[in-house]
């Protein structure tokens, strides 16, 4: 089994539960994977559904969506168990060979993030992909594409990942 290099998991902290706002059970946070060549953490892996670790599916969520609740003693995200549930998926036998940047950053823009590092998508391709995960998680409203589009596009500019846009409202 050849293991990846650059993400390496940390198993030996304890298991703590994923809920959204709304108190909704998203999962157990398992392991925290680290970055090695960034020196951060890249995601957690999050495990959701299954009985005892059986047919549970494992998901890479972004450190950067879970915010740590001391008095609940548990991860809680902003989004709806939609967004998880139709996350790119892993393999909890073989992710840490399969676990690429390319991948990484596909599950980033799914959860309306984009990638901390460099990656091989250009920025179009970045904000087109930020603006549809936006758009999914927001419910899939009509006629919304342009709006979607320009919040990519903010976001992704404050991220530092593409230049500012040249004029217009500043929200997210």
Same mark, same amino acid.
């Given at each position: 089994?050849?293991?990846?290099?650059?993400?390496?998991?940390?198993?030996?902290?304890?298991?703590?539960?994923?809920?959204?706002?709304?108190?909704?059970?998203?999962?157990?946070?398992?392991?925290?994977?680290?970055?090695?060549?960034?020196?951060?953490?890249?995601?957690?892996?999050?495990?959701?559904?299954?009985?005892?670790?059986?047919?549970?599916?494992?998901?890479?969520?972004?450190?950067?969506?879970?915010?740590?609740?001391?008095? @609940?003693?548990?991860?809680?995200?902003?989004?709806?168990?939609?967004?998880?549930?139709?996350?790119?998926?892993?393999? @909890?036998?073989?992710?840490?060979?399969?676990?690429?940047?390319?991948?990484?950053? @596909?599950?980033?823009?799914?959860?309306?993030?984009?990638?901390?590092?460099?990656?091989?998508?250009?920025?179009?391709?970045?904000? @087109?992909?930020?603006?549809?995960?936006?758009?999914?998680?927001?419910?899939?409203?009509?006629?919304?594409?342009?709006?979607?589009?320009?919040?990519?596009?903010?976001?992704?500019?404050?991220?530092?990942?593409?230049?500012?846009?040249?004029?217009?409202?500043?929200?997210?």
């Amino acid at each position: 089994m050849k293991q990846s290099t650059r993400f390496i998991p940390t198993n030996r902290l304890e298991r703590y539960d994923l809920v959204n706002e709304q108190g909704q059970d998203l999962g157990q946070v398992t392991t925290f994977v680290a970055d090695m060549l960034t020196g951060r953490i890249a995601f957690a892996i999050v495990a959701f559904g299954g009985f005892f670790g059986i047919s549970d599916k494992w998901f890479a969520v972004p450190w950067e969506i879970m915010v740590w609740s001391p008095e @609940k003693k548990k991860f809680v995200v902003d989004m709806p168990t939609n967004v998880l549930k139709t996350a790119p998926g892993m393999n @909890k036998d073989t992710w840490a060979e399969e676990v690429n940047s390319d991948w990484l950053a @596909k599950c980033y823009l799914h959860y309306g993030l984009a990638p901390y590092w460099d990656s091989d998508l250009s920025s179009e391709e970045q904000k @087109k992909g930020l603006a549809y995960a936006i758009w999914q998680r927001e419910g899939e409203p009509e006629g919304s594409a342009d709006h979607h589009y320009y919040r990519a596009e903010r976001i992704l500019s404050i991220q530092g990942v593409i230049g500012a846009p040249t004029s217009g409202d500043t929200k997210i």
